[in-house]
């Protein structure tokens, strides 16, 4: 039945399931209100398949390998291949050939490892849904919730399916990821138009919106690419804003390719004018192209995310987005709530106090009730009251008659129930003075009286004594009703405010030794809450934050743009702030300059964590907190975070190192072998002999994912600056090409090296310089103070020997290679170690010089965020 039912529902006639009766829905559905049997709904999962919006997995290994062969630098190599196989230079073509799918074999492996890597660790993270399972509630993977499934949703959650609504309670969605409607939209059982648009369908909710409010249970009728997300899923898909890093990568590609396509037409053109031929001037050229380009820094890059990523999880942190990890390292100012991150998070319920300050066994009965009763969003406070010590046998003399969802607009929760005396009684619990703004009456040791001024005063000095001494305090307020079945939020009037409810979280072991780490990081932290002053200030105080510089939510609502840009800079405390703020602090916090990351976890986070550069949330989060996310905390510890910070920056500094040795080394001897090529009777390195010697050099470079990074490139973030890379490049491809041409006047002056014995003298050479030059600019101090990991040590000293060795092997006459004499081979050591030294006194002075530049540029940026904050400030005094 429900084959037939669900392939007439998800075909393109008869898919309106919102016009339908629910009841008949339910039953074409072979559902029922109790749910499916777990059986059932494993056969459905085989025969409709998981519920995402496509498929979803990782590229297949056939499909990584084959993309390997679009790269346009191997497209080129198969070109002169193809060429040199078709003028009759069959071994030259085999060499090219053999040299590429070796190249495209170890990207691969390296890619391939990555991804599946990452996989993994997103399966970690997978998105949870309670559903009923044989007349049960059960928590079940999302991506295995089937048509006919019963579903419940409460605040928070991302809504996994489409379906209609069975049951719902002051149920409010947001949309605006289907359909654009900033506002939530109210959902309610019924039934639709058939024709009805998407707005229109108010029975109806879709996979990927969010529940804003209140809680509801729903039948699933369309799941994975049956639905209306999966429609629409490539224009719905997040355009993630390009990194700093990555967008610097892609400016490095096109500062490579204009150097590339300089050289190698200059090159081209200039052997043809020589009268070199045709056939080997374009292999030539094509082979400096190659040589001159970082083929491998595609894969570099995936293997040290993914290694960094598996780092990070070791230390308790998943990455959702591998562009993250260099965000994370990059970030300077980090914005968190205070509960679980800087406190505790485990709240305990300390008192329940009458309005006069006494502890009150009513209070504490009727927290209770509010407490255990409400079906809305899980939240610590409620299972700080359901934990607390009490008579639990009282309550069995009340019973739910019905609840007022709580939602951040009226901060509050209600619940009712009724008692023995044949009336209804409502217990209404939330933030104090939202509570208060329900009430006419408050409840004393006299009895009730009209809640005036005075009294008005007296609570409001207790909460601020409260909350100075660091209590988290709610307002409890109760009133009677006749017995009826149904209440509304038009019923929270006219209250009577009983008393209070005092929490304790305490700050959390070790959290200003944390903050400490970060600070010497250079990673400063500000706290944006929803708590009141009170309490944010005297958190502040006991963990070593300043506690002077506060701004509230109703200060901030009365700034403009370009005020808030001034003042965020001397603020580290956001107080009492409403949850559509954050994103406005979040914002004007960037726009100062500073990479921000923000740590949510709350339903109204996404937008901050859209708006951060790096978005972070805890695997406690609602859903669509964990979705907006980059990274997940597998707990809520600012100490995970520190070490996922360094983990962060270890990976951009060995990305760094790959580059670094791309514009040294290699960029100096194709440099210095396209001038020599204009001056020599002969090609200074046959075609084959550049792309060995291209690949041999590029070995090493597959462990710098592994390599140790230095302390002192732990201790500040790094961002990328094109001009660095392009100094860098000049300063060391020069010193390279200084020893190159050295090379040549060896071996013609000195060796009187035959064209053969030069090309292999300089082969030898120009790929032991590019080795040696992995140690030096690996680190910034002295490279023999630095340890380089095991693998890299390893395979540069192993490539080191087979370059000596490569002219006396038996396959060396294939390449063009012949033996050399031992004093020649002498003479090529000891300039390579001569280059060795140059190249580390180039280093310290260039990073010296470089620091220099860097102080300058940062006092030159503060003078001008001074100059543009001045007005701004004036602004905000007249404002004010």
Known sequence: MIGEADQELASPGDGAYWSIETKDLVLRLGSSASGLAASEAASRLVKFGRNTPASTSSASALAVFARQFRSPLVLILIFAAGVSAFVGEGQEAAIIGAIVLASCVLSFTQEYGASRATEALKQRISRKAIVLRDGTECSVAAGDIVPGDVIRLSAGNLIPADGIILEARDFNVSEAVLTGETFPVVKAPGRSAPDASLTLRNNAVFTGTSVRSGTATVLAAATGARTEFASIAAALERTVPETGFARGIRQFGYLMTEIMLAIVILVFFANLMLHRPLIESLLFSLALAVGLTPELLPAIISVTLARGARAMAANGVIVRRLDAIENLGSMDLLCTDKTGTLTEGVVRLDAGLDADGNASSDILLWARLNATLQTGLTNPLDEAIASAPGEGASLAAFTKVDEIPYDFIRKRLSVVVGTKDAQDLLITKGAVQNVLETCSFVRTAKGQAPLDETHRAAIDEKFRSWSAQGYRVLGLATRRFESRKTFSRKDEIDLTFAGFLLFLDPPKDGVRETL????????????????????????????????????????????????????????????????????????????????????????????????????????????????????????????????????????????????????????????????????????????????????????????????????????????????????????????????????????????????????????????????????????????WTSRPSPLLAWLTLGIGIVAIMIPYLPFAALFGFVPLPLPVLAGLVAITTLYLLASELTKRWFFDHQSGRSHRSKAGRFAAARTVARPMHAQRTAHE
């Open 516 to 783: 400490a780490a970060l600070a010497r990081r250079g990673v400063a932290v500000k706290v944006i809450s929803g708590d009141n002053r009170y309490v944010v200030t005297h958190l502040a105080q006991a963990i070593g934050l300043r506690a002077d510089r506060i701004m509230t939510g109703e200060d901030l609502s009365k700034l403009t743009k370009s005020a808030l840009f001034a003042a965020v800079q001397h603020t580290d405390l956001f107080v009492e702030i409403d949850p559509n703020q954050k994103e406005r602090i979040i914002q004007a916090l960037r726009s100062r300059g500073h990479v921000v990351g923000y740590l949510g976890d709350g339903i109204n986070d996404a937008p901050a964590l859209h708006e951060a550069d790096i978005g972070i949330s805890v695997d406690s989060a609602v859903d669509v907190a964990r979705e907006a996310a980059d990274i997940i905390l597998l707990k809520p510890d600012l100490g995970v975070l520190v070490r996922g910070v360094d983990d962060g920056r270890k990976t951009y500094a060995n990305t760094m190192k790959y580059i670094s040795i791309t514009t040294s080394a290699n960029f100096g001897n194709m440099t210095s072998m396209a001038v020599a090529s204009l001056f020599l009777p002969f090609l200074p390195l046959l075609a084959a002999q550049i792309l060995l010697n291209n690949f041999l050099s590029d070995v090493p470079s597959l462990a710098i994912a592994t390599d140790n990074v230095d302390a002192d490139q732990l201790r500040r973030p790094h961002h990328w600056d094109i001009r660095f890379v392009r100094r860098f490049m000049v300063s060391f491809g020069l010193v390279s090409s200084l020893f190159d041409f050295a090379t040549f006047a060896f071996l013609l002056f000195f060796a009187h090296a035959t064209a053969a014995a030069f090309q292999t003298g300089w082969f030898v050479e120009s790929l032991l310089t590019e080795l040696a030059i992995v140690l030096i600019v690996r680190t910034h101090r002295a490279f």
